[in-house]
């Protein structure tokens, strides 16, 4: 079974965010050399996995810390996989690109860079521990545009501790004076283990939550995006296709620590540490991995879980029964759903409740 979604983490980081519980590596940067050889090794063991490659996702972590030679050797020994028109692309924090970074990896083949901004508010992004400014932020936009890329994106995040209603409002006026061609917008978790939770930060309340949710799509919306997804808006034709492969639940193949990989019944989990990582591979073993089995239940329910997150209507062909089809007609009742020629689709208030409809339709463990 050939894979067309490729998925490349970088886990080093300058410093770990107040939110951040992703797999990192702070202050490793001396292991960059020997974690790009066993990338690269890794990538040529899982090479027959691959077919033409449609999306290439670069993600961290910083990948952007990896550097211009570093980057362009990966990109190389991609680039003969890749689908004419493939989408690739690299996460940024703004801090550390500069034009001669953004050109080269233009040059090397990235079509799509995603800027972590989060907030151009200075006290929201001291709360969050992030390293870059509101004008790096800008700038690097600026900069990325001027460049060439296809598509430049930029991620936010609502409900942060100590955020208001009006700092929302003027994040969403920077966003909008930027005109980036996709937008990602989250609502902050407070993840367990991370900075922000130990130290009990503030939770948002769930209205204020709400509210700003709804100002964030009505914004974009108004401005012309396409809200094709929960967290997620695009100019027309700037949607992120690999990303779009994950809602999906198209098959896909994660390299490096901690990347994911799905690919049939099969989902394994490479583990987390760079040195271990390292070592594996250097002695020519597969990097140690945590395996699991998915059956036909499994799978179901996520392409139900994956597939609501989208604007469009879901197949019942494609998606399976819902756990309790007698929701149906009742959420349909209720204006939350729509039902037509075998295919559900949520209404719009349907799609800010989705979680809730989510439940109402399917059990989870």
């Not at 033409?52 to 211009?68: D, F, H, K, S, W």
């Not at 969050?128 to 995040?157: K, M, N």
């Not at 049939?264 to 990097?287: F, I, Q, T």
């Amino acid at each position: 079974m050939s894979v067309s979604h490729l998925y490349l983490h970088s886990p080093f980081c300058s410093s770990r965010c107040g939110y951040c519980a992703f797999v990192v590596e702070v202050d490793a940067l001396e292991k960059r050399d020997a974690y790009l050889e066993a990338l690269l090794t890794e990538l040529e063991r899982e090479e027959h996995r691959l077919g033409e490659i449609e999306t290439v996702y670069l993600g961290g972590g910083t990948p952007t810390l990896m550097r211009a030679p570093r980057l362009e050797r990966l990109l190389a020994a991609i680039r003969p996989r890749l689908a004419e028109g493939a989408e690739v692309t690299i996460e940024a924090n703004p801090e550390t690109v500069d034009r001669a970074l953004l050109e080269s990896l233009r040059a090397s083949g990235v079509t799509r860079v995603s800027f972590g901004i989060q907030s151009f508010r200075p006290h929201l992004l001291a709360a969050l521990d992030r390293g870059a400014t509101p004008e790096q932020g800008r700038a690097a936009v600026e900069c990325a545009r001027s460049v060439g890329f296809d598509s430049v994106s930029v991620d936010l995040l609502m409900a942060a501790p100590g955020q208001t209603l009006d700092d929302l409002e003027a994040d969403l006026q920077d966003t909008l004076a930027l005109a980036p061609d996709h937008v990602s917008w989250y609502e902050l978790e407070m993840k367990p283990g991370t900075s922000l939770e130990r130290m009990g930060a503030p939770t948002a309340d769930e209205d204020v939550a709400a509210d700003m949710y709804r100002r964030t799509v009505s914004a974009l919306e108004a401005a012309g995006y396409r809200w094709y997804e929960t967290a997620n808006f695009a100019m027309p034709g700037h949607e992120c296709r690999h990303s779009v492969a994950y809602w999906s639940a198209a098959d896909y193949l994660g390299l490096g620590v901690g990347a994911v990989s799905t690919v049939g019944s099969e989902r394994w989990r490479n583990a987390s540490g760079v040195d271990r990582y390292v070592a594996a591979l250097g002695r020519g073993d597969d990097p140690l991995r945590h395996r699991e089995t998915l059956d036909d239940d499994t799978r179901r329910r996520e392409r139900w879980m994956l597939g609501l997150r989208l604007d469009g209507p879901i197949a019942l062909s494609w998606a399976g029964p819902p756990d309790h089809p007698d929701a149906v007609d009742r959420l349909v009742g209720a204006g939350l759903l729509e039902a037509s020629n075998g295919r559900l689709a949520l209404t719009r208030e349907g799609r800010f409740l989705q979680n809730s409809v989510l439940h109402e339709l399917m059990e989870y463990a």
